[in-house]
């Protein structure tokens, strides 16, 4: 979810949206910018969807390249955990909660809407919370809650498997796919394949973290990085700030959202996650396993631990034949690279998760692209 | 339909309930009123002229949210429906199915609104029929309507006349019966309470046909919003259709919640908001009248009809306030809160 500084009174959200401003600030991008080759990647499916929406992609300068990387958690969720899902949605008296992007992603076979349509019990729920209510209203069913999401998502997730434990609950738990934004900074960073001049940091997930886990971009990669938030204006300040930078040779870690994030992030926030998880290696769609960029849950909360609680057959992997959003979550390809980008693969007809997602890369070019 | 079985997303007002329609409905049904492709159905009825039908059926949960009831729905989705043909509204029919077990005062407090939004409307409900389904076969109460009125001569309108240069006029505001019921179901508070815009809108229309007598066609942008409505329109009548987003009235709390839930408001349902489609000569004048009725005091002109490029398909455009455009798709599949 959003941050909440979004609804709050006292901030005026048209001058984020003022015309005047935005031509302004692109006026001033393009003249920094002029005709090198840039290329910018944004690391957050808010951004991606904004960029679209806005349609800032075509009016840039022609050099300034905006990329999309591995910021939906749906996109990044490994086939293998798609399918892992799928096959405790069919155990008898399970019930499945989840978030409503999950619905639609295509596992090797199959898909939890596919399996929701044939009869199993799956939920769409806004917050783990709901599923706690769930459990215990339907105390002898399992309620399994399917967890993805970056550092925005995971403490809630905790504090829902510490609400748990404290109401002593014996027919929940979470499947936990929780996935953490550095280390896929890193991979992208150090991939010789792609070649990113800065990145536009996220808005949410640095609410959380605050900017310090990005040092390691300046200190090993010399790449610089802007945390950004979501309106217009706050987009072309953040590239403008990454285009001078990158222009000057002067990579730096900025904050350009300091209405939403603290340098130092929020803490709480943070304790309460490491409450409950702790790092492990993670198998990220298109990006492989990184070490130490996922979550578990820790062993003293195992009877939580869905992946613990069940032992349930996973029908051997098939990757969809064709689908490069491995590529595209890496930055070495638009959507529009991908040959099956808008003919074989469209919203209605997903192949791979980034079509799927609202969040997704290909999803938001296909939904906002010119003719 | 690549589906084998029904899901959600071809209720949704979409792409996946299109096809639906298109490849069973009205493979099976598709007379040339059907076919026409209209909110209502027009027809000759021997010694009477021409009558439009159209129905609706309301499954609708909560039933009661901020701002109605599904009583006010069930009246005022089949009025609306019906009034977009030009017609003058007469005759309504409805239908209950209710779940064993249903509170009667909940019963009771539903039709006593639907009484009150049809002597609104200037309709009678002249039919009806009850049905009542064991506990687990409805949820609560399920109601359909059917609604019936005569067009009068010379009236032609339909989502196939746009023409280019002609302008585009909404009501009002987009976006509040779809939050509403969606912060109701989900518990969810914006600070300000979003209130459904359920209305009965004939009267709208009435005053825009006498100000506007060349007005092409009238929709009213329910499930699927606006854009549904736009891209009906650019494939029914083969051009593009261009909207300013700034022109685009949205109340602040909508925007809101639609940017926290990742919900783009112009695919998010209206149940009392009419599009018009009227030459451009006419505009003003047909703004005028929407703007004096006491449901569109907030109207505006988003936008325009435009040529189509030779070879190129019907398409809806959107215009930022500093110049970049993108296409305007029907949503897909259902409408899904994003995650992060």
Known sequence: ?371 | MASETVLLGHGSGGQMMKRLIDELFLEHFGSPELLAGNDAGVAALPGTGRIALSTDSFVVTPQFFPGGNIGRLAVCGTVNDVATSGAHVRYLSCGFILEEGYPMDDLRRIVKTMADTAAEAGVRIITGDTKVVERGGADGVYINTAGVGEVPAGVELSGARCRPGDAVLLSGALGDHGIAIMSQREGLAFGTEIVSDAAPLNSLIAAVMEAAPHVRCFRDPTRGGLASTLNEFAAASKVAIEVEEDAIPVHDAVRGACEMLGYDVLQVANEGKMVAIVPEDEAQAALDAMRANRYGAEAAIIGHVAELPSGRGPVVRVRTGWGSTRVLDMLVGEQLPRIC
Not at chain 1, 337 to 365: D, I, N, Q, R
């Open chain 1, 1 to 371: 979810m959003s941050a909440p500084a979004k609804t709050a009174p006292n901030i005026d959200f048209g001058a984020f949206r003022d015309p005047a401003l935005v031509r302004g600030l692109i006026g001033r991008i393009e003249r920094i910018v002029g005709d090198r080759p840039i290329n910018l990647m944004e690391v957050c499916g808010t951004h991606t969807v904004s960029i679209g929406r806005y349609g800032f992609r075509s009016i840039m300068p022609t050099g300034l390249r905006l990329l999309s990387g591995p910021g939906c958690p749906v996109c990044v969720t490994a086939n293998r955990d798609i399918d892992y899902a799928i096959a405790l949605a069919r155990q008898e008296g399970v019930i499945i909660a989840t978030f409503g992007d999950m619905m639609r992603v295509p596992g090797s076979t199959s898909s939890l809407r596919a399996e929701k349509a044939a009869g199993h019990d799956i939920r769409i729920v806004y917050s783990p919370l709901d599923a706690l209510r769930i459990a215990e209203e339907q105390s002898e069913r399992e309620i399994v809650f399917l967890s993805v999401g970056f550092e925005t998502t995971t403490p809630a997730i905790a504090a829902s498997i510490l609400e748990a434990s404290e109401r002593e609950l014996t027919n929940f738990s979470v499947f936990a796919a929780n996935k953490m934004t550095p280390p896929a900074l890193r991979a992208i960073a150090d991939d010789p394949e792609t070649r990113i001049d800065g990145f536009i940091l996220p808005g949410h997930v640095s609410t959380i973290t605050g900017i310090e886990p990005y040092r390691f971009l300046v200190d090993e990669f010399s790449i610089p990085g802007v945390v950004t938030g979501f309106e217009p204006v706050d987009i072309l300040e953040g590239i403008e700030m990454l285009a001078r930078m990158v222009v000057e040779g002067k990579p730096r870690i900025e904050n350009a959202y300091l209405r939403g994030v603290s340098a130092d992030g929020n803490r709480v926030a943070r304790e309460l996650a490491t409450q409950v998880f702790e790092p492990c290696d993670a198998t990220w769609r298109g990006l492989g396993k990184l070490p130490q960029s996922g979550l578990r849950i820790r062993q003293e909360f195992a009877r939580f631990d869905a992946s613990q609680r069940f032992d349930v057959a996973i029908e051997p992997t098939v990757e969809p034949r064709g689908c490069r959003c491995g590529d595209v979550l890496r930055g070495r390809i638009a959507p529009t690279g991908c040959p099956l980008f808008g003919t074989a693969c469209t919203p209605e007809h997903p192949v791979g998760p980034c079509m799927v997602s609202s969040e997704g890369s290909c999803a938001a070019y296909f939904r906002y692209r010119e003719e």
